[in-house]
């Protein structure tokens, strides 16, 4: 699929650089042997914990500047604990799209598998977890925190969400992260990276370092920070960012925001959602309600290949309206308008979403 | 020029969010009682770190939140304390 119109129709974290993809085994293969070498030496069959699998279902419907797309996703999610310091998590991305092939042409289906992490994690202690493998690149809050599509309440991701993650929105190396400081006020924490460049069909990642930290004030529910990171390949950049999460205690309201900056260009999203069981005079058929908003802009600065940003200045703002069910099930329903030197468009959105969690079949004390 | 303006955007609305925490510090501090019940504690742990991104699980069995909270606490960079105190109050 050309890596335009794939932009334009599933969220930005699903772009991918094609041209580091080639088939490669080395790193899988030291992976499992990683996780085997932590399950031959871990005490788990004794443990109480049971591993177990989780993730969510999605259905999407799109009409992106009049193409439709059909969007069927599953995400399984695998957490293995190991003893009492260790878990060995991981993630994959199975996505279709169906879309028609032409104006008035028949439907066609593609299929896109990905993994977006696999990873073995030794909490040392509430200041350090040493993380190997492959994990979520940590570049401020939407990749690590918002990615899964049952939590993000746009489907299509941020404008500037290519910046920080290149080249597949994982890594391949090694994070250290925790909390710096841990005070009944507030908390600074950290995350480290080093990623290697990595070819696998898979498990492909750039050669980037990089560095995230925030405080969080948990009595206010407040969180800002700041990232950074120096992607070690091609034009050898450096891109940082700043966040900002705020859900006042005393509301149902929640804010979010990121500012990102490249070579290439740079831009913010803020986005609003407000549950409306916070409001009682609704009546208590409203409490599953939950109006959204975001306004983003993205600044080209200038011309990039393959950087997956959009090709000029772009304004951007988004309604929606999430509706909470029973069983973990969420319907979701966007309108955004988007603003562009390229050309207007309209983009409208309908989603179903599932989270599952079950314990894992076919493990020793895991489902019943 | 549109540099500028994106960063005073954001710089706003960091201003905003701090404007907020200065009049919840300015409040006065409720005394604690003498005994906190964990789980109520583990609640407001859960709402202050967990429900910053995502609602409550609605079904979730005692034999599953301790691998989901050893991967949040990876996640999240939950403490010690944190994963212990939210454990009471999902899992009784």
New interface residues.
Partial sequence: MDSKIRFQAAPAWKCVEKKYLSPSIGFSSLLFGLVFLALCSSPVLAQSEVPVISGSFGFLYSKDDGQTALQPILTPVVLVPLGSHFLVEASAELQGYVAPSSLHGPYTGQFFPTIEYIQLDYVVNSHLTIVAGRFLTPFNIYNERLGPIWIHNFQDGPLIYPIGTRTTGSSDGGMVRGDLVSRPGWQLNYTAFFSALSNGTYFGSGRAFGTRGGVFFPRQRLEVGMSFQRFLQDERSNSYGAYVSWQPATTSLDIKGEYAHSPQGEGYWAEAAYRLSGAGWLGSGMKNLQPLFRVQQFFRLAPGTNDFLPTANTQRVDFGLNYYLPHEVRLNASYGRQFSSTGNSNNWTVDVTYRFLTPLPFWPKGAP | M??QR??S??LT??AF??T??MQ??ARPQQTAPAKVDESVEGEK?F???C?????P?????P??V???L??M?????L???DERLILKFLAP
């Fill in positions: 549109k540099a994106a960063i955007f954001f609305l960091l969010s701090l907020g925490v919840s510090t742990r709402a202050a770190n429900g910053r991104c995502h609602q699980p609605q079904d979730i069995s034999r599953e301790k691998a989901v050893r991967h606490r990876v996640r999240a960079m403490s010690a304390e």
